[in-house]
């Protein structure tokens, strides 16, 4: 069975930096795509950053570009989300996702498999 567990979540300060893994129980998942999702208090699941499984094609949501990176290294069968200069409404529970569709959809629907989630939240 796979399993996704996330860890690098915690509180920072607007402007702050925070770094996410997420590691795979079965090396099998890291050869197609990876991604991270986020959902806030009252708000859907929001898609955020992806990469495919050879990590040249790397997408991320508008509000997010010029301050995440998302990068894998599949020897260690592991995904990392680098976030730099946080802000308050980046505040969110922070999912690892992979399998399904959702590189071309960009939906959470789309998703097979899914990590427990990591807090993270940037104070003002």
């Known amino acids: 069975q796979v399993q996704l567990v996330e860890s690098g979540g915690g509180l920072v300060q607007d402007g702050g930096s925070l770094g996410l893994s997420c590691v795979v129980s079965?090396?099998?998942?890291?050869?197609?795509?990876m991604g991270w999702f986020r959902q806030a208090p009252g708000k859907e699941r929001e898609f955020v950053a992806a990469?495919?499984?050879?990590?040249?094609?790397?997408y991320y949501t508008n509000s997010v570009k010029g301050r995440f990176t998302i990068s894998r290294d599949n020897t260690k069968d592991t995904m990392y989300l680098q976030m730099n200069s946080l802000k308050p409404e980046d505040t969110a529970v922070y999912y690892c996702?992979?399998?399904?569709?959702?590189?071309?959809?960009?939906?959470?629907?789309?998703?097979?498999?899914w990590g427990q989630g990591t807090q993270v939240t940037v104070s003002s």
């Open positions: 990469i495919n499984w050879s990590g040249d094609n790397r």
């Open positions: 996702a992979a399998g399904g569709r959702f590189m071309q959809t960009m939906d959470f629907k789309d998703v097979a498999y």
């Open positions: 079965r090396r099998t998942v890291t050869t197609g795509a």
